[in-house]
């Protein structure tokens, strides 16, 4: 057992580890309110402009380079995670995603490279040995659109060169504070939208372009992108702070139930100290009476 | 609502507007276009500009930076970078912003002029339509 000194002493460390996962708690809720502002103001926007091309996809014929479906030689995976821990699962699942969906994807004929935006995740790249094609850090907590705009830049140029023929994108999706859902979507090729209606061949209202249609889809397909990515980020964030929210929550109970019995252990202990004096002073009055 | 067009403006920074209206006007980037109900679908590229709704007798203005517009025959959707309606607009910020261009643009060296003008052209739009709704 051990001694009165000991449990004390780690009460306090125990308290003060609960204060700071308290604290922690309270600013994760701060910034989650802020990204959970973003991304829901942004959602609308994301949704009405991949409607947009999705109504102008049904009409194309153009093969637009960003269009294009080549046979798959290498694939992209681009997980998405934070640049901090102490955030429970969230940064895990997403690289768990990720790994799986390399094994899946590898074989003979099709390479896959990986990119990483946030350190984590990074860094967990780098211990299972694999090496990043290309990975953005210190972007988390302060995303602005030029981020997404330099991310877009660099899977458009090296899809355009032919580096790679698909892009997956892994990301945690804001449900709720509660619940975040993996994520996993191919952002190149831009799927031209699966149109099963188009079976019909009834010829979808034919769009008049201003300036032309391929100016606005020059203009519009980048952009869209862009979008996606910048939703993603957004998306993330929310969630990672919703993540760190829960796991600090989480800490600070198990902290408070790890107070509770040690505070148990030592009034034992303290009891147990006093009873053996108690024993030793009566063994000795019965002693000098004897 | 027969003969009513749905109109929807969204910015990256929420939702702006969402209402059935009986027509807009626009800035395209290839000159301004009038949206009746049962207009052709039709996509263009919108310019820093302002869009005219009229929604039963009522006009109203809404300051559109550059975006897209989306029109098929019973809906407008108007995709811009940022978009408020004229009794939002700031119009201190606007005097301020034209300020600030002017001066970056009388520095000769190193001026992202583009982006300067771009700066110039929004803050006077935005100044017009703020006008507009106090002159009515």
């Given amino acids: 057992m051990p001694g009165l000194k000991e449990i004390r002493k780690r009460i306090g460390s125990v308290k003060s580890t609960k204060q700071i996962t308290k604290a922690m708690k309270m600013v994760a809720a701060a910034k989650f309110r802020k990204a959970q502002t973003r991304i829901l103001e942004l959602r609308p926007y994301a949704d009405?402009?991949?409607?947009?091309?999705?109504?102008?996809?049904?009409?194309?014929?153009?093969?637009?380079?960003?269009?294009?479906?080549?046979?798959?030689?290498?694939?992209?995976?681009?997980?998405?995670?934070?640049?901090?821990?102490?955030?429970?699962?969230?940064?895990?699942?997403?690289?768990?995603?990720?790994?799986?969906?390399i094994k899946e994807m590898q074989s003979d004929t099709i390479d896959v490279s990986v990119s990483a935006i946030g350190k984590k995740g990074t860094d967990l790249l780098k211990r299972r040995g694999l090496v990043t094609r290309q990975s953005w850090l210190g972007i988390a907590g302060r995303i602005s659109y030029l981020n997404a705009k330099e991310i877009t830049g660099d899977i458009i140029e090296n899809y355009i060169n032919e580096t790679f023929d698909e892009v997956i994108l892994i990301y945690n999706e804001f449900k709720s504070a509660l619940v975040q859902k993996v994520s996993v979507v191919r952002l190149l090729p831009l799927a031209p939208v699966k149109t099963e209606e188009s079976e019909v061949q009834e010829p979808a209202a034919s769009f008049i372009y201003e300036p032309s249609q391929q100016a606005i889809f020059d203009n519009l397909l980048p952009k869209n992108l862009e979008i996606q990515v910048f939703r993603a980020l957004l998306e993330s964030q929310a969630?990672?702070?919703?993540?760190?929210?829960?796991?600090?929550e989480n800490a600070t109970k198990a902290a408070d139930d790890m107070i509770a019995s040690l505070t148990l252990q030592y009034n034992k202990a303290r009891q147990a100290s006093i009873t053996k004096e108690l024993m030793d002073i009566v063994g000795g009055v019965e002693a000098l009476k004897a | 609502?027969?003969?009513?067009?749905?109109?929807?403006?969204?910015?990256?920074?929420?939702?702006?507007?969402?209402?059935?209206?009986?027509?807009?006007?626009?800035?395209?980037?290839?000159?301004?276009?009038?949206?009746?109900?049962?207009?052709?679908?039709?996509?263009?590229?919108?310019?820093?500009?302002?869009?005219?709704?009229?929604?039963?007798?009522?006009?109203?203005?809404?300051?559109?930076?550059?975006?897209?517009?989306?029109?098929?025959?019973?809906?407008?959707?108007?995709?811009a970078d940022s978009a408020e309606r004229s009794e939002d607009i700031d119009v201190e910020r606007a005097k301020a912003a034209i300020k600030r261009a002017e001066e970056r643009l009388r520095q000769e060296e190193k001026v992202d002029f583009a982006r300067a003008t771009a700066a110039l052209e929004r803050a006077a739009i935005r100044i017009q339509i703020a006008e507009r709704r106090v002159a009515r």
């Fill in chain 1, 48 to 101: 009405k402009m991949n409607s947009v091309l999705t109504s102008l996809a049904k009409t194309v014929e153009t093969g637009h380079p960003l269009l294009e479906i080549r046979p798959r030689k290498r694939i992209e995976v681009l997980a998405l995670t934070g640049d901090k821990g102490l955030c429970g699962a969230f940064n895990t699942n997403i690289m768990k995603a990720a790994f799986k969906l």
């Fill in chain 1, 239 to 248: 969630s990672e702070e919703a993540a760190r929210m829960t796991a600090m």
């Fill in chain 2, 1 to 79: 609502m027969e003969n009513k067009l749905r109109l929807d403006i969204v910015t990256p920074h929420g939702l702006v507007l969402s209402e059935d209206v009986d027509e807009v006007a626009a800035t395209g980037t290839e000159g301004e276009f009038g949206v009746l109900p049962g207009h052709v679908p039709f996509i263009t590229t919108l310019k820093i500009g302002m869009l005219v709704l009229k929604k039963d007798s009522k006009t109203e203005y809404v300051f559109v930076s550059s975006g897209y517009a989306e029109v098929s025959p019973d809906k407008v959707v108007i995709l």
